[in-house]
C-alpha cells in the first residue's frame, strides 16, 4: 500500500522505507493525488496507521530513525549575497560603469584631476546608496524566529518536550491555547480547538478544528478544519495532532521557499536609467567621433592631440552629476514620504510608486479595520443599529429614532445577554493613549462584548448573576455552541438558563419558540420566514450573521426529558426545544478614509484589485461598498476556482472587474505575475506571512507597520507606519512627483550641455582661428559644480496641481524623449549659448579686439584676456543656467503662480553657484587648475542680465502654448 501524503511509498510498517518520506519535501510528489485532499478525508485510525505511529505517540528509538531518513523540522536558509558583493554592485550597474571608463578617459587624455573628480563622484554615490539601501534580508530569519522553540509530543507513551527541529511524522503533538504550531498536523483529538492561520490566510479570525474526516470538496488548505499547518497558533481550546509534514514540505515551507527564491523584481526606474546610460554613451561617442574628425580634417590636429581632445569631449558630454542627483533626489523623497507615513526601504521604489497601474490589496486590516463590529440587532420586534466602530466600547443602540439601553427592552436585553454570556473572547483595554483595545480569543466574539456594553450591560456584574456552569464546545458539524447558567433572577420561571448561539439556519431550525414584547410565543411559519429573509439580507451585505436563543433548563416549563445532571448535558439532549430571541449582526468596517483614497485611485486611471483570505460574499460586499468595483460585472474568483483556471483565462478576467477570495499565497503570487505579463506596473499590499512571496514579486510591496509581521516588512520596498491604505495613494503622488522632477533635472542638466559643446564646435569650425572659449575643467565644474544644487532644488518640486488627474505613466515612455532633446539643446541650450559665447567675445571687445584681428589667446592659452574670456564663458553659461532652473520647474504653468521665491533648495542652490563662480575666479590656487581670472564689475552687469532675459522669453513661450490649448 502507498503513502499519499507527500510521496508514493509503501507503509512504514511494511517496508524500510517510510510512508512519510517525502513529508520533508524530498521524496517525488504524486501529481494525481493531493496529500491534503487524502488526508483529510481519512478517519483518525486510517491516518494513524498511514504513518505508523499510535494515539499513544511513536517511540523515541523510532523517531530518532525516523529524523535521519527525514532531517530536521527546519527551513532552510537560501544562499545569501555577501555584504561585500552587496557593496561592489553600488559600482558595477550600467551609469557607474560608464563614469568609470570617463575618469579613465580623462587620465588617458592627461586631465589627471577630472579623473580623478568623476571617480570620486562615484565612490560617493556608490557609497551613499549602499548606506542608504543596505537592507541585509532578513525575510528567512523572520520566519524561523515564527516557528516555537519546542514542541509537547507524546512519546514512549508519555508527554515529552522536545526541540521543535527534532519533530518527525508520526510525532502526535499536544496543543494548548497559546501554543505555535511547529510542523503539519492531523487533528485527532479537538476541544473547542481554535487556531489563528493568518500566516496562510491573512484572515485574523481564528479557525475551528476538528479531528472528524472532512470530505466536503472545494476547500483550500486553510480552510480544511482537520488539519492543523506550522507557523499558526492555538487561540483557543486544547487538542492533539499527528504530524504528517515538516520542514520545507509544510505550507509554512513552501512560503518560505517561495520567499527566498522570488527575484526582486527590477524598478521601472532602474530600467530607464539604463537606457538612458545607453543612450547617453552612444550620445558621448558620437560627439567624440565628430570633434575628432573636425580636429583633424579642418583644424588639421596632429592625430594624437585630436584623440586626446576627443576624449576631452567625450568625458564632457556624460552627464556625470546625473547619477548622484538622481540618487540625492529619491533620498529627499523618501525623507519627504517618511512624513506621510510610508517608509521607504529602497530608493528607486519611490519612483516606482508613480509607475503603479494596479494596486493589488488585502482586505483585512488594510482596507478594513480589523475590528469585527456588530452594527444591526434583529428581534422580531425590531430593527436596532448601532454606532461606533471597533472594540472600544463607544457607541449608541438606535432604533425608531431613539435610542435604547438594554433596561428598555426585556428582548434586546436578552439578546445582549445571550450572546455576552456565551463565548470565551476578553477584551483588554489599551495601556497608553490612543492605544488598540486587545482581543483574546475570537474577534467574532469579542465584538459581542462590545455590543452588550453599548447597551449599558457591565459583563462583571453580568457573570456574577449568570454564572457559568457548563459549556458545550462550537463544533463545526453543528455550527454552534453553548452555555449554561445558574440565574440569580428566573427567566421563563427557571433558574438554570442554556444560551445557544450559532449559524441563524442552525438555532431557527432547532427553535420551537420566540421572544416578542418580552413574551414567549410559538415560532410559527411566517416569524420564521422573517427571520430567514433578514439573514439572506444582512448576508447578501457580506454581513456575519449570529442567532441567539436559549432554553429553560428547570423550572414549571422546563421539558421533562432534560437530565438531572449537569455531567449528562450534551448537544442531543440541551440544543432542542429552544426560544429565538434575534440576530446579531456585523462586519470589519472599512477604515473610513479608504473610500477617498480609492476615489481618487479611480480618477488617477489605478485599478485596485482586492485578493482575500475572507469568503468571496464579505470580500465583494466591502469592494462594493469602497466603489472598488461597480455594477454587475463583477467577477468573484476563489482559490479553489483559480487552482482550475489557466492562465490565458485568468488575464481575461483580470482585463475586467474582479474580486479574489480565499487565496492561497502562491495563487497570489499567480495573479501579480499575471497583471505584470500583461504590462501592468503592480504594487502589491500585504500584513502577512502569507503575502510576503507577492510583496517580493511585486513592482512595488508594501508592507503594514503597525499590524504587519517582519517577513512582510523584509519582503516589502514599503513600510506604512500608520497601515493606512490612503497613505499608498499620497505615496503614489510623490511618486508620480518625483518622475516628473527627475525629467525636469534632467531637463536642465542636459541643457547645459550645448552651450558647453559649442565653444569647442566654434573652436574647431572656425579652424582654430577662435581659441577653445571653454576648457575641459570649466565643462566639469559646470556638471559637477554649479548644476548639482539648482538640479537638487528641482528633485523637491511638490507635486503639480493636477498630477493625480492624468493616467498612469505608460511603461514605454521614455525618461529621455524627443521633446526633451529639442527642448534641452535648440531651445533652453541656444540661449545659453548665445549667452555664453556672448560674453566670451564682450570680453575681447572690451579689451581692445575688433573684428579683423587675431582674438586674444591664439597661440598663447597663458593669455590673461583669454583665461578672462573664458572665465567669461563659464560665468555666462552658469548666469544662463539660473534662470533656465526656473524654466525647469513646470512644463506649461507659468513660475509666477506657483511662486518665484517659494522653493528655498533652488534659491540656497543660485547662491551657492554665484558664490561658486566668484571664489573660482578669485582664488589664485583654483584659478591655475580651472583657468579663470578675476571679473570685472562690467563683466558682473552683463552676467545680471542674463538670467531675466532668458526666463522672460520662456514665461512669453508657455503664456503662448497656454492660450494655444485653451482655443
Not at 511509498?9 to 522505507?17: E, F, I, K, L, M
Not at 488548505?221 to 514540505?249: D, K, Y
Not at 543660485?910 to 587648475?929: D, G, H, K, R, Y
Request: hydrophobic share 45%; net charge negative; glycine share 8%.
Amino acid at each position: 500500500m502507498g503513502s499519499r501524503f507527500g510521496a508514493s511509498q509503501p507503509v512504514y510498517r511494511d517496508a524500510s522505507t517510510a510512508p512519510w518520506e517525502g513529508a520533508t519535501g524530498r521524496g517525488d510528489r504524486r501529481e494525481d493525488a493531493d496529500p491534503l485532499d487524502t488526508i483529510r478525508k481519512q478517519t483518525i485510525d486510517q491516518v494513524l496507521s498511514e504513518l505508523g505511529s499510535s494515539r499513544g505517540g511513536i517511540a523515541s528509538e523510532e523517531a530518532g530513525s525516523r529524523q535521519q531518513t527525514a532531517g530536521k523540522n527546519l527551513i532552510e536558509s537560501a544562499k545569501k549575497r555577501s555584504p561585500l558583493l552587496a557593496f561592489l554592485s553600488n559600482f558595477t550597474h550600467l551609469m557607474a560603469v560608464l563614469l568609470w571608463v570617463a575618469g579613465s578617459i580623462a587620465f588617458l587624455a592627461g586631465m589627471p584631476e577630472l579623473g580623478v573628480a568623476v571617480w570620486l563622484v562615484n565612490i560617493i554615490n556608490g557609497v551613499f546608496s549602499f548606506w542608504q539601501e543596505h537592507r541585509a534580508s532578513q525575510a528567512t530569519e523572520a520566519l524561523k524566529k515564527m516557528l516555537p522553540a519546542y514542541a509537547t509530543v507524546i512519546r514512549d507513551g508519555q508527554e515529552q518536550k522536545i526541540l521543535a527541529e527534532d519533530l518527525v511524522p508520526g510525532d502526535v503533538m499536544l496543543l494548548a491555547e497559546g501554543d505555535k504550531i511547529s510542523a503539519d498536523a492531523r487533528v485527532i483529538q479537538s476541544s473547542d480547538l481554535q487556531v489563528n492561520q493568518s500566516t496562510l490566510n491573512g484572515e485574523s479570525t481564528p479557525s475551528r478544528k476538528t479531528a472528524d474526516a472532512v470530505l466536503e470538496e472545494g476547500l483550500s488548505a486553510a480552510e480544511i478544519p482537520n488539519l492543523v499547518f506550522a507557523g499558526t497558533s492555538v487561540s483557543e481550546g486544547n487538542g492533539r495532532a499527528v504530524v504528517f509534514r515538516i520542514g520545507m514540505a509544510t505550507e509554512f515551507g513552501k512560503i518560505a521557499s517561495l520567499t527566498q527564491n522570488m527575484e526582486a523584481a527590477e524598478s521601472p526606474l532602474t530600467r530607464e536609467l539604463n537606457r538612458l546610460t545607453k543612450q547617453v554613451t552612444v550620445f558621448a561617442m558620437c560627439m567624440g567621433i565628430a570633434f575628432f574628425l573636425l580636429s583633424m580634417l579642418v583644424v588639421k590636429e596632429p592625430f594624437a592631440s585630436s584623440f586626446i581632445f576627443a576624449l576631452g569631449m567625450v568625458v564632457a558630454f556624460i552627464p556625470e552629476g546625473l547619477l548622484p542627483t538622481v540618487t540625492l533626489s529619491l533620498a529627499m523623497a523618501v525623507q519627504r514620504m517618511s512624513t506621510r507615513n510610508a517608509l521607504v526601504k529602497k530608493l528607486d521604489s519611490v519612483e516606482a510608486l508613480g509607475s503603479t497601474s494596479v494596486i493589488c490589496t488585502d482586505k483585512t486590516g488594510t482596507l478594513t479595520q480589523n475590528e469585527m463590529t456588530v452594527n444591526h440587532l434583529w428581534t422580531a420586534t425590531r430593527e436596532y443599529e448601532i454606532s461606533g466602530v471597533g472594540y472600544e466600547p463607544q457607541g449608541t443602540i438606535e432604533a425608531e429614532g431613539r435610542s435604547w439601553r438594554a433596561v428598555d427592552d426585556a428582548d434586546l436585553e436578552l439578546l445582549l445577554e445571550g450572546g455576552l454570556l456565551c463565548g470565551n473572547a476578553r477584551l483588554a483595554a489599551p495601556e497608553t493613549e490612543g492605544g488598540r483595545w486587545e482581543v483574546y480569543g475570537d474577534p467574532t466574539e469579542a465584538c459581542l462584548i462590545v455590543s452588550a456594553a453599548k447597551g449599558g450591560i457591565d459583563r462583571a456584574e453580568l457573570e456574577k448573576r449568570m454564572p457559568r456552569i457548563k459549556e458545550l464546545p462550537f463544533e463545526s458539524r453543528r455550527k454552534r455552541m453553548t452555555t449554561v447558567h445558574a440565574l440569580e433572577h428566573p427567566v421563563d420561571g427557571a433558574r438554570r438558563l442554556a444560551f445557544v448561539k450559532g449559524a441563524p439556519n442552525e438555532v431557527v431550525r432547532l427553535a420551537t419558540k420566540v421572544r416578542r414584547n418580552g413574551k414567549t410565543v410559538e415560532l410559527d411559519d411566517t416569524t420564521r420566514e422573517r427571520i430567514m429573509a433578514a439573514n439572506d439580507t444582512y448576508a447578501a451585505d457580506g454581513l456575519r450573521v449570529l442567532a441567539v436563543a436559549y432554553r429553560p433548563l428547570d423550572g414549571i416549563d422546563a421539558d421533562a426529558d432534560i437530565p438531572a445532571s449537569l455531567s449528562d448535558y450534551d448537544p442531543d439532549t440541551i440544543e432542542r426545544n429552544l426560544t429565538f430571541v434575534g440576530l446579531e449582526v456585523m462586519m470589519d468596517p472599512p477604515r473610513p478614509e479608504v473610500a477617498a483614497a480609492v476615489a481618487e485611485c479611480r480618477r488617477a486611471g489605478i485599478r485596485i484589485v482586492m485578493i482575500t483570505g475572507d469568503y468571496g460574499l464579505t470580500a465583494a460586499s466591502i469592494a462594493r461598498r469602497l466603489k472598488i468595483v461597480e455594477g454587475d460585472d463583477v467577477s468573484v474568483i476563489s482559490g479553489f476556482e483559480l487552482a482550475h483556471m489557466d492562465d490565458e483565462e485568468l488575464k481575461r478576467r483580470l482585463a475586467g472587474q474582479v474580486v479574489f477570495a480565499r487565496m492561497a499565497p502562491e495563487q497570489k503570487l499567480r495573479v501579480v505575475t499575471a497583471l505584470q505579463e500583461m504590462g501592468e506596473i503592480v504594487a502589491v499590499t500585504g500584513d502577512g506571512v502569507n503575502d510576503a512571496p507577492a510583496l517580493k514579486k511585486a513592482d512595488i510591496g508594501v508592507a503594514m507597520g503597525v499590524t504587519g509581521t517582519d517577513v512582510a516588512k523584509e519582503a516589502a520596498d514599503m513600510i506604512l507606519t500608520d497601515d493606512n491604505f490612503a497613505s499608498i495613494v499620497a505615496a503614489i503622488e510623490e511618486g508620480r512627483a518625483v518622475y516628473s522632477n527627475i525629467r525636469k533635472f534632467l531637463l536642465y542638466i542636459l541643457n547645459s550641455n550645448a552651450p558647453e559643446a559649442v565653444p569647442s564646435a566654434v573652436y574647431l569650425l572656425s579652424g582654430g582661428a577662435v581659441p577653445l572659449p571653454l576648457t575641459t575643467m570649466q565643462i566639469l565644474t559646470i556638471d559637477l559644480g554649479t548644476d548639482m544644487l539648482p538640479a537638487l532644488g528641482l528633485g523637491t518640486e511638490p507635486p503639480e496641481d493636477a498630477i493625480m488627474d492624468q493616467p498612469p505613466r505608460d511603461p514605454h515612455e521614455r525618461l529621455l524623449n524627443r521633446h526633451v532633446l529639442v527642448k534641452a539643446f535648440l531651445w533652453y541650450g541656444l540661449m545659453a549659448s548665445i549667452a555664453a559665447m556672448a560674453g566670451y567675445l564682450m570680453v575681447n571687445l572690451l579689451n581692445g579686439w575688433v573684428p579683423g584681428m587675431p582674438l586674444f589667446g591664439v597661440g598663447d592659452d597663458t593669455d590673461p584676456v583669454y583665461i578672462q574670456a573664458t572665465t567669461m564663458t563659464l560665468a555666462g553659461i552658469v548666469f544662463a543656467q539660473i534662470g533656465q532652473v526656473m524654466n525647469c520647474r513646470t512644463e506649461r504653468t507659468s513660475v509666477l503662480k506657483i511662486g518665484l521665491f517659494s522653493n528655498r533648495r533652488i534659491l540656497v542652490g543660485i547662491v551657492f553657484e554665484v558664490a561658486l563662480i566668484v571664489f573660482l575666479t578669485m582664488f589664485p590656487p583654483l584659478q591655475a587648475v580651472f583657468h579663470t581670472a578675476p571679473l570685472g564689475w562690467q563683466d558682473y552687469a552683463f552676467l545680471c542680465c542674463i538670467p531675466p532675459v532668458v526666463f522672460v522669453i520662456e514665461e512669453a513661450r508657455k503664456a503662448w502654448l497656454r492660450r494655444r490649448a485653451r482655443r
